[in-house]
Each structure stands twice: as structure tokens, then as C-alpha cells.
């Protein structure tokens, strides 16, 4: 038997099991606000077409509409201007929207203090007790904040100093751009960036520095808890919006046992 007919009656037989990534997207859906002098992106929000009436007596159907940047969503490129050259969302490979999966795990941290940015002695310390982090992985960082997704205001946990959510240092993002070869960065919050990171040098050092290296992101992931250490395998699903600087997508992990 081929190992992927291998992984299709594992899929089926239960042995392998799939574990949805993704947050419902919904009106309620959290959404990155920016100061009000900029751009702000819409809420999710349905539109009925029709239901089973008179406007279409054995169909229901709705339009949405949303910015490509809601819920769970994944950053392209060009989203940055760092990558403003690279690819959109529509040309982004599909070998590489597929790849191993790695948990980096910082609740704990995070529990104690929300603006908790992961180090490059973090990731040397993971890499130490599982070996470096695969070629062509995504890497999620697992923080417990899917806990709040539910609640917009704790989602944002924003005083009038800004949000407060963590994230990853400077020096960090750097080390994972320059000496990694991982295909993107997934989060449990509304961005990758912590929520402090416009104060950074540089600000919003993952956008920057990811998105630069030809890295993607993830975001507003959930069930990071069902993801083992190593050993699982992510789909990332988003559709291809041609110019488009990301979009809404559906992420899976696929984890034997």
C-alpha cells in the first residue's frame, strides 16, 4: 500500500485524526482595529440572496462581505510591503500550502503575562529538545489566547496604551527569517504580531521580516491544544484572490492516534 493510500484509510478508519484549526467566522468575529485615521476592515457580515421563497424557490444562497484579513486568515507576501514584489495569495504555490507541523507552547508564560514575546533562547531552547525546526513547516505558537475568540474585547485586551497580546520579539522574527526554511508562522491571535508590536524596532517585526523571507501567516487559530509537539501535518486553505493580500481560509492538521 502507498503511504498516501496509507494516510486516505488512516483518515478513514480514525487513526488519523482531523483537527479543525479554524475559528467560526461569523458577524461576531473579532477583527483588527487600526487608529481611526486609517483603513479599517469590514466585519463579517451575510447577505440573504435567497432562501427556498420567491426568490429562488429550492436554493438558499447569501453574498458576504469581510476583508481578506478576518477571522482565520492567511497573510500572502505581498500583504507587506516588505514582500510587495512577492506573491499574492492566488500565486502562492499549492505544494506550499501543505507541510509539517510544529508547537511551539508558551500558555504558561502568556497566563502570566499577556505581552509575553517569544525569544531567540526560546526557540534555541525548542530546537534543543526536538531537533531545528523542519524545512517547509508551519510553526504555530501556541499561546491558549483562542480562549478568548469568542470576546471581542478580550480578544484585544486593549487599555489606552494598545492592545495587550503576545507575540514574538524583534530579534526573534529575525532569527526565524533569516536561519529558518519554515513556510509560515501560525497564531492564536488577530494578527502575528503581538499586540504591542507597532512600538517595535522594527514595528510589526513578523509582517516585516516573514512576509519579506517569503514566509506566510496564520492567524486566530484554535485547537493548538490537539496539535502534538511534532509529528502532524497543516493544510492551509485560502482562496485564490488574485491581487489578493490574503484571505479567510480553512486550516486542518492532520495527527495520527
Not at 482595529?33 to 451575510?46: I, K, N, S
Not at 499549492?94 to 507552547?105: F, K, N, S, T
Not at 490537539?226 to 479567510?248: D, E, F, M, R, Y
Request: hydrophobic fraction near 40%; proline fraction near 9%.
Amino acid at each position: 500500500m502507498s503511504d498516501l493510500a496509507k494516510l486516505a484509510a488512516g483518515i478513514v478508519d480514525g487513526s488519523v485524526t482531523v483537527i479543525d484549526l479554524t475559528a467560526p467566522l461569523h458577524s461576531g468575529t473579532p477583527i483588527l482595529g487600526l487608529p481611526p485615521e486609517m483603513g479599517q476592515t469590514a466585519v463579517f457580515t451575510l447577505e440573504e440572496i435567497s432562501r427556498y421563497d420567491d426568490r429562488g424557490p429550492a436554493w438558499y444562497w447569501n453574498n458576504f462581505h469581510t476583508g481578506e484579513h478576518t477571522g482565520t486568515h492567511f497573510d500572502a507576501p505581498n500583504h507587506w510591503i516588505s514582500g510587495k514584489d512577492l506573491d499574492d495569495v492566488s500565486q502562492v504555490p499549492a505544494q506550499r500550502l501543505v507541510g509539517p507541523a510544529v508547537v511551539i507552547d508558551k500558555t504558561a508564560e502568556v497566563a502570566a503575562n499577556p505581552d509575553y514575546c517569544l525569544t531567540v533562547e526560546d526557540i534555541k531552547a525548542w530546537e534543543a529538545a526536538n531537533g531545528p525546526l523542519p524545512k517547509r513547516a508551519w510553526v504555530l505558537f501556541r499561546t491558549g489566547w483562542s480562549q478568548y475568540g469568542d470576546d471581542p474585547a478580550k480578544f484585544a485586551n486593549a487599555d489606552e496604551n494598545g492592545p495587550h497580546t503576545p507575540g514574538v520579539t524583534p530579534e526573534a522574527a529575525k532569527y526565524i527569517a533569516e536561519n529558518t526554511d519554515i513556510l509560515g508562522w501560525g497564531v492564536e491571535t488577530v494578527g502575528t504580531d503581538a499586540g504591542g508590536a507597532f512600538a517595535f524596532d522594527p514595528p510589526f517585526p513578523c509582517h516585516a521580516m516573514f512576509m519579506g523571507a517569503n514566509k506566510y501567516g496564520l492567524t486566530q487559530l484554535r485547537n493548538l491544544d490537539k496539535v502534538p509537539t511534532t509529528g502532524a501535518v497543516v493544510i492551509a486553505a485560502p482562496l485564490p484572490i488574485v491581487n489578493g493580500s490574503g484571505s479567510p481560509c480553512r486550516v486542518l492538521a492532520l495527527v495520527a492516534g
